[in-house]
């Protein structure tokens, strides 16, 4: 079984430009997760979809984040501009039930 | 949200059995607790889960007692490929089930030869 595929592994960006990462979970999972882990500490969730419809982005910094799921499937996640504390890895998860299988994450470093 | 505490860092011998515990003090009735492991470059991989009691795959126990206001992840014999970050979450298994899912810090443990 393919497991959730994320693009591209890395990214290196300078501050206020913009930048999207792209997740493919696994077939059949309708639930979809964008985490971002800065170096050092646990993954925080930003965002939650259950197929197209968002469940939970309290922790989305919705000024400069964006992230949709067209037809319930793929999912984009866009920071427009850039900081410098945005870099991190972020991380895309998938879910049928409880068990959330993660992606090798993207890697973005601003500068 | 039910918040976790786990050691920060623990190192051990190849060989030797190493068990990691969390507190979860406030933990909800409807809450179970789960055990993910993260290798460095890594997303994090589904160990185990449990609700109450023992829980026992290929790859790790799980022991949980009555009040559940701790857990214990025991890993036998570890080897040095067992080094990586282990993070103990609760939450419930509803629909939510991100919105009730927090990662702490983890536990770092290092595996020595």
């Known amino acids: 079984e393919a497991g959730v595929a994320q693009s591209p592994r890395y990214k290196i960006i300078e501050k206020r430009q913009s930048v999207a990462f792209w997740c493919n979970p696994i077939s059949g999972h309708a639930t979809l997760y964008w985490y971002q882990q800065i170096l050092g500490q646990g993954p925080k969730l930003l965002i939650q979809?259950?197929?197209?419809?968002?469940?939970?982005d309290s922790q989305l910094p919705k000024d400069r984040f964006s992230a949709e799921r067209l037809k319930g499937v793929d999912s984009t996640l866009k920071i427009q501009p850039a900081k410098l504390e945005d870099s991190a890895v972020y991380l895309c998860?998938?879910?049928?039930?409880?068990?959330?299988?993660f992606g090798p994450g993207t890697r973005l470093l601003v500068l | 949200l039910a918040k976790t505490t786990q050691p920060i860092s623990m190192d051990s011998y190849e060989g030797q059995e190493v068990n990691i515990t969390c507190s979860h003090n406030n933990i909800a009735t409807n809450d179970y607790i789960t055990w993910y492991q993260q290798f460095p470059s890594q997303g994090p991989r589904f160990i185990i889960q449990g609700y109450k009691t023992k829980v026992t795959n290929e790859v790790a126990s799980l022991f949980i007692p009555a009040d559940r206001k701790s857990s214990t992840l025991s890993l036998p014999r570890v080897s040095l490929s067992d080094t990586a970050v282990y993070y103990c979450?609760?939450?419930?298994?509803?629909?939510?089930?991100?919105?009730?899912?927090?990662f702490g810090p983890g536990t770092r443990l290092s595996v020595l030869p």
């Open positions: 979450l609760v939450g419930d298994l509803g629909g939510n089930y991100g919105q009730n899912f927090v």
């Open positions: 998860a998938s879910s049928l039930t409880e068990t959330q299988y």
């Open positions: 979809f259950q197929n197209n419809g968002v469940v939970d």
